[in-house]
């Protein structure tokens, strides 16, 4: 393993910790010595970052400190390349602005040779994907965040439209299908509503602080596999 390697491995086992990690821990995780250890932990102190400990006692790594994109192997980047391609077949516009964002900032900061982001000569995914939904899915995904309901016009298979307040759950992309699960007030039940069936949709003052959990514990259990996988 490269050094340049190997400390990244160090920073992100300390990132990951709980508690102190030992030399000793660290060497048998990294399959070498301890002297390398020690040498490994001198360096990172030496550019400045904040790993505090020494040995004998253990090494903790101060909250906060986070790694630039740049650190990203080339199968790892090819990884996030082919799955912001990916995003493109949900349709949901707010999480297309955000690939191409992440995109422009991990190409600015990578070797020309591992750039490229979504638009890739040599690695492609079909666009085919979900019906694009006539709605923002943004407002529905902050939503969810913040344990606000909605407000929504919902249209279904025979064309019947109805009012509804829902508690918004979770987002589902699937290959054919996006699929909002929520809590409905109207059914006082679980329901799945298709996002290209949904006409209209409006974010309430009205919250649910606190609940958001339970309730998608219990979805999880009471609804169809197929929406749980």
């Known amino acids: 393993m490269r050094r340049a390697d190997r400390l990244f491995d160090i920073i992100q086992i300390l990132r990951q910790a709980s508690q102190p990690v030992t030399a000793a821990m660290l060497a048998e995780r990294l399959e070498v010595n301890l002297r390398t250890i020690y040498r490994d932990m001198a360096a990172l102190q030496a550019m400045r970052v904040p790993v505090e400990g020494a040995a004998g006692i253990g090494y903790v790594m101060r909250r906060g400190f986070d790694l630039p994109p740049l650190m990203f192997s080339s199968e790892e980047v090819e990884a996030i390349m082919v799955g912001l391609s990916l995003v493109t077949r949900t349709g949901d516009r707010g999480l297309l602005d955000a690939a191409d964002g992440a995109a422009a900032k991990i190409a600015d900061v990578l070797p020309e040779r591992l750039a490229g982001g979504r638009e890739s000569e040599w690695l492609k995914v079909s666009g085919w994907g979900t019906p694009h939904p006539s709605v923002d899915l943004r407002v529905c995904r902050q ?66 602080t606190g609940e958001g959990d339970k309730l998608r514990a219990e979805w999880a259990e009471s609804t169809d596999p197929l929406f749980t996988s």
């Open 143 to 208: 939503a969810v965040r913040e344990e606000r309901k909605l407000a929504i016009t919902y249209c279904n298979e025979k064309g019947e439209t109805s009012e509804r307040t829902i508690l918004p759950l979770a987002v589902v992309y699937y290959i054919s299908v996006t699929v909002i699960a929520a809590w409905c007030e109207l059914r006082q039940d679980f329901r799945h509503f298709r996002a290209d069936r949904i006409e209209a949709m409006d974010a309430l003052d009205n919250r649910f």
